[in-house]
């Protein structure tokens, strides 16, 4: 019997990671990329927990799409085609946009938003730009101007909230979450699915084993993001989501002064810069 007795309605989320142009201002594209995005995992893993438990209602299914325009084609007449045929009830969300991507995620927002379908952005270009400058810096009105909504900080704990106001056809223009950092423990874990990692050269996938750094570095955005507080995830949540790829935890990099996984079962591996605030820990698949 289905889940959706008298037919859902489905709510159309496609989750791109930008690419960005080279001098000549072509698009950069691999046939493999190395790695999967992390933030692309990052916000998978919430997508997808939120559509387990029907977070928009009980007749609301949510088609969740993955693209990394490193290495895959962005068709956007199609995505176009296929959010009309469910009268654009969904969402583009670009994903984990750095500063050299930002035109890029712009010039990919600005056919769909010309087409009626709502757009979010995130990562660490809007995000950074708001916590270190005065919020209008490098640009970031021209996505206020093209109707996109930015989403600043780190989605856990707000996902939900924010994909009921998409729904409804209500997005904010600004979701701040900066002033509260999420918590890690809990939250669902990073993840993509197998024929999505593929596409990357060893077929190696990620989780966060914590974020933040304790470091001050004037340079750098992480502290300023995701704060100076190592929160770390839970061992056993990260060793769930390797199986349900059936892999296994292969390597594990994390700041100096975070405890992760690797860690605590004795072993330190580091990144090779004690200010990378980001703990990562790869799975082969």
Same mark, same amino acid.
């Given at each position: 019997?289905?889940?959706?007795?008298?037919?859902?309605?489905?709510?159309?989320?496609?989750?791109?990671?930008?690419?960005?142009?080279?001098?000549?201002?072509?698009?950069?594209?691999?046939?493999?990329?190395?790695?999967? @995005?992390?933030? =692309? *995992?990052?916000?998978? #893993?919430? &997508?997808? +927990?939120?559509?387990?438990? !029907?977070? $928009? /209602?009980?007749?609301?299914?949510?088609?969740?799409?993955?693209?990394?325009?490193?290495?895959?084609?962005?068709?956007?007449?199609?995505?176009?085609?296929?959010?009309?045929?469910?009268?654009?009830?969904?969402?583009?969300?670009?994903?984990?946009?750095?500063?050299?991507?930002?035109?890029?995620?712009?010039?990919?927002?600005?056919?769909?938003?010309?087409?009626?379908?709502?757009?979010?952005?995130?990562?660490?270009?809007? @995000?950074?730009? =708001? *916590?270190?400058?005065? #919020?209008? &810096?490098? +640009?970031?009105?021209?996505? !206020?101007? $093209? /109707?996109?909504?930015?989403?600043?900080?780190?989605?856990?704990?707000?996902?939900?909230?924010?994909?009921?106001?998409?729904?409804?056809?209500?997005?904010?223009?600004?979701?701040?979450?900066?002033?509260?950092?999420?918590?890690?423990?809990?939250?669902?874990?990073?993840?993509?699915?197998?024929?999505?990692?593929?596409?990357?050269?060893?077929?190696?996938?990620?989780?966060?084993?914590?974020?933040?750094?304790?470091?001050?570095?004037?340079?750098?955005?992480?502290?300023?993001?995701?704060?100076?507080?190592?929160?770390?995830? !839970?061992?056993?949540?990260?060793?769930?989501?390797?199986?349900?790829?059936?892999?296994?935890?292969?390597?594990?990099?994390?700041?100096?002064?975070?405890?992760?996984?690797?860690?605590?079962?004795?072993?330190?591996?580091?990144?090779?810069?004690?200010?990378?605030?980001?703990?990562?820990?790869?799975?082969?698949?």
């Amino acid at each position: 019997m289905s889940a959706y007795p008298t037919g859902p309605r489905r709510f159309q989320l496609v989750l791109i990671k930008p690419s960005h142009y080279d001098d000549d201002g072509y698009i950069i594209r691999w046939w493999r990329a190395l790695i999967p @995005s992390n933030a =692309l *995992a990052a916000v998978y #893993g919430l &997508a997808l +927990d939120a559509e387990q438990r !029907r977070a $928009l /209602g009980p007749d609301v299914a949510i088609d969740i799409d993955v693209i990394d325009e490193g290495n895959t084609y962005v068709n956007i007449p199609k995505l176009i085609r296929r959010f009309r045929r469910r009268g654009n009830f969904g969402l583009v969300g670009l994903v984990g946009v750095q500063s050299n991507q930002y035109p890029r995620a712009l010039d990919i927002a600005r056919p769909f938003r010309a087409a009626g379908i709502e757009v979010a952005m995130g990562g660490f270009h809007v @995000s950074g730009c =708001l *916590a270190m400058l005065d #919020g209008s &810096a490098i +640009d970031l009105d021209l996505a !206020r101007s $093209l /109707g996109i909504s930015i989403f600043a900080g780190e989605a856990e704990n707000r996902f939900d909230a924010f994909l009921r106001d998409a729904a409804a056809g209500q997005l904010k223009p600004l979701y701040n979450g900066m002033d509260d950092l999420p918590g890690m423990a809990g939250a669902p874990i990073p993840f993509l699915p197998r024929a999505f990692v593929r596409r990357t050269a060893g077929t190696n996938a990620t989780f966060d084993a914590g974020r933040g750094c304790p470091f001050q570095c004037s340079f750098c955005t992480i502290i300023n993001v995701q704060g100076r507080k190592s929160a770390t995830a !839970r061992r056993t949540t990260s060793r769930k989501s390797c199986a349900r790829t059936g892999g296994r935890i292969s390597r594990a990099t994390s700041s100096p002064t975070t405890t992760s996984p690797a860690t605590r079962s004795g072993r330190r591996y580091s990144t090779g810069s004690p200010a990378c605030g980001r703990s990562t820990a790869y799975r082969s698949v």
